[in-house]
């Protein structure tokens, strides 16, 4: 299982479909079903691109925060504060926090940064990371250095560099950068915005996350989230601040 590899599915509403009041017979019968199958399909393509998207069934378990849940046309990009959090993650499971641009709906492809904790590539220590998954594949990037601290509030943006595709990854303490990176991505675009906790394994206990200052970049300037679609899967649960701020606990 790819860690942090989030799969969803479309759920489409259930249309009402009227009845036919006139009698048909014969080739016509033919053909009006046949009208009625491609009435059908358009009805549901056009619904599925207006659906917010929902996760799969757990694993991995999510509490967060989607943007929209489908394509908003006025983000560029995305900052949050998250408070760090050093949970117990037994065998070989992980932990995550982070937030997310969505870089296609439709091929679930995206860009996110956060910190994490994951037996298989980080041992018992906390790190930052990025991860990608594009039209180029899966790819993560480890931060060596600086280490995350557990008590301590970061913010994570993530912004167009608007040169060779790229993405301008920070990380920041009390007002102070501390790393920065560019990322390319194929695609080079921005159609949602994501914040969640996660987890391989609902033994993991999470109390105490915190996110806070949701923003999402305009090419100006950073607004506050001003609409969110909650998601927690049991046992998680959220405790809904703002449409900018959360707190998510439970696990364990």
């Not at 996760?55 to 046309?73: R, T």
């Not at 999470?206 to 923003?215: A, K, N, P, Q």
Request: glycine content about 8%; aromatic content about 16%; hydrophobic content about 35%.
């Amino acid at each position: 299982m790819n860690k942090f590899l989030k799969q969803k599915r479309f759920t489409l509403p259930r249309e009402k479909i009227g009845e036919k009041s006139e009698a048909v017979c014969g080739g016509d019968m033919k053909y009006t079903k046949l009208a009625i199958i491609v009435m059908l399909g358009l009805i549901l393509s056009i619904t599925a691109s207006a659906t917010p998207i929902k996760a799969q069934d757990p694993p991995p378990y999510y509490a967060g925060y989607y943007f929209y849940g489908k394509e908003v046309p006025y983000a560029s990009g995305v900052s949050g504060k998250i408070y760090t959090i050093n949970p117990e993650v037994p065998g070989t499971n992980y932990f995550a926090q982070w937030v997310t641009v969505m870089l296609s709906l439709r091929n679930r492809y995206w860009i996110q940064i956060g910190y994490a904790k994951d037996l298989a590539h980080t041992g018992l220590t906390l790190l930052f990371y990025i991860e990608i998954l594009d039209a180029w594949g899966h790819r993560w990037h480890w931060i060596s250095t600086p280490k995350p601290q557990e008590g301590i509030v970061y913010k994570y943006t993530i912004v167009p560099a608007y040169s060779n595709n790229e993405w301008k990854c920070t990380i920041e303490r009390e007002g102070n950068s501390i790393f920065e990176a560019l990322k390319e991505t194929n695609p080079f675009d921005c159609v949602d915005l994501e914040a969640f906790s996660e987890t391989g394994i609902g033994e993991i206990n999470i109390d105490g996350t915190h996110f806070s200052e949701l923003s999402y970049f305009t090419g100006r300037g950073f607004p506050l989230w001003d609409h969110h679609v909650p998601h927690a899967d049991s046992p998680y649960y959220l405790e809904e601040i703002a449409d900018y701020e959360f707190y998510a606990y439970g696990g364990g």
